[in-house]
């Protein structure tokens, strides 16, 4: 007996979880496909920023609904323990059994098969096998959706063969073409980061929202001026981008993540999705220092990318190279007049003050009060 994808999204939906994100797999297509028909889906370049995409949703009070290969769960470890989990955004994942004992199958997924139920206890994330039974699977929904009304995240393992099929309907490709680009034309100021956090803190007002990426980044904007639209990310390094992008698309709120350049450099691929989904409500700032500063000031190949180029390549409205702290004013003013998605790039010096404290206030309080933040008329 196999269970109908379309029968198991619709009882999701009745439960209040409409948005989804995610990578293919196999086992998982009829659901996928479930998703990008039927709901709100965004396909990732790897699990890991899926995570952080849906986590991104849940902050605007969307329940999430993430997908993927149980090989794929290896790369969003690093959200899931540090992002989800210490933030207590909760996420609802279908994650495939592949390498299942006695299952024929590719030589590379034998290991995952093995251990796939001990590295989600590991991770201290509730989990489930996915039955086919209709009724049982509303039962296990409903448990599913306790958890995450507990801010825990859950997981269902699903086995080869689960879903009935659903045809993927197909729609025309989407395009989204850069329209300004400003590239390098003269010396760069250099100033500190801790001054281009000022100016991006003085701009804003209550309705912008500041995502600072992990490290000394959020550090600093912590220091210059402590605020509930001010969200301080920790662990989940370069997944800054892969939150603006589930917030923003779904909030008419402004959204403007502040990305460095060792983060960036480790989830490019978001560049991609955030350039194909295109909202118009997200700034990415890349702020580059060519260095790793919080962990002592190791290098960083940035200096030999062109990230402006490659923001445009991959479909950014507006990529801009800014030299100065008045250029950069003036992009964001012009942002907030007429906002498309944009991404700026400017380099600063290394380093920052020095005694740089940390955020006193406990990551999920900070969670609350930005989703109370959002809700805020």
């Known amino acids: 007996m196999k269970l109908g994808a379309y029968t198991l999204g619709e009882e999701l939906k009745s439960l209040g979880f409409n948005f989804y994100s995610g990578v293919p797999c196999s086992f998982l297509s009829d659901l996928i496909n479930y998703a990008i028909n039927e709901s709100n889906f965004v396909m990732s370049a790897n699990e890991g920023d899926a995570v952080a995409t849906c986590a991104g949703a849940y902050l605007t009070g969307k329940k999430s609904v993430v997908l993927m290969q149980n090989s794929g769960l290896t790369n969003a470890i690093s959200p899931l323990t540090s992002l989800n989990y210490t933030f207590k955004l909760p996420v609802l994942g279908f994650v495939s059994l592949r390498g299942e004992k006695g ?27 996915l039955s086919s039974d209709v009724s049982e699977m509303k039962e296990q929904l409903s448990r599913a959706n306790d958890s995450i009304n507990d801010k825990k995240n859950f997981f269902f ?49 209550n309705n912008t929202i500041l995502l600072a990426t992990t490290g000394k980044s959020g550090r600093e904007l912590f220091e210059i001026g402590d605020s509930k639209n001010n969200f301080y990310m920790v662990g989940s390094m370069g997944c800054i981008s892969s939150i603006g992008l589930g917030l923003s698309l779904n909030t008419s709120k402004k959204v403007i993540a502040i990305d460095g350049d060792g983060a960036l450099l480790m989830r490019m691929g ?79 010096k290394k380093g920052t003050k020095e005694n740089l404290g940390r955020p006193n206030i406990k990551p999920f309080k900070i969670k609350d009060r930005l989703m109370e933040f959002i809700v805020e008329d």
């Open 270 to 348: 978001s560049l991609a999705i955030n350039g194909f989904y295109a909202p118009q409500n997200l700034l990415h700032i890349l702020i580059d220092n060519n260095m790793h500063d919080s962990t002592g000031g190791q290098f960083t190949v940035s200096n030999n990318v062109d990230f402006v180029s490659i923001a445009k390549s991959c479909g950014y409205t507006n990529s801009i190279y800014v030299h100065d702290l008045k250029e950069l004013e003036e992009q964001l003013k012009s942002w907030k007049k007429n906002s498309v998605l944009t991404f700026i790039y400017i380099k600063v």
């Open 157 to 205: 393992i699903v086995k080869k063969a689960t879903f009935n099929r659903v045809e993927l309907i197909k729609r025309n490709k989407k395009e989204n073409k850069n329209l300004l680009t400003i590239v390098k034309t003269k010396n760069d100021e250099l100033p500190m980061r801790l001054d281009v956090l000022h100016t991006l803190n003085t701009l804003k007002d």
């Open 103 to 129: 299952l024929c199958d590719e030589p590379q997924h034998e290991l995952m098969g093995t251990i796939t139920e001990k590295l989600l206890e590991l991770m201290e994330i509730r989990w489930e096998y």
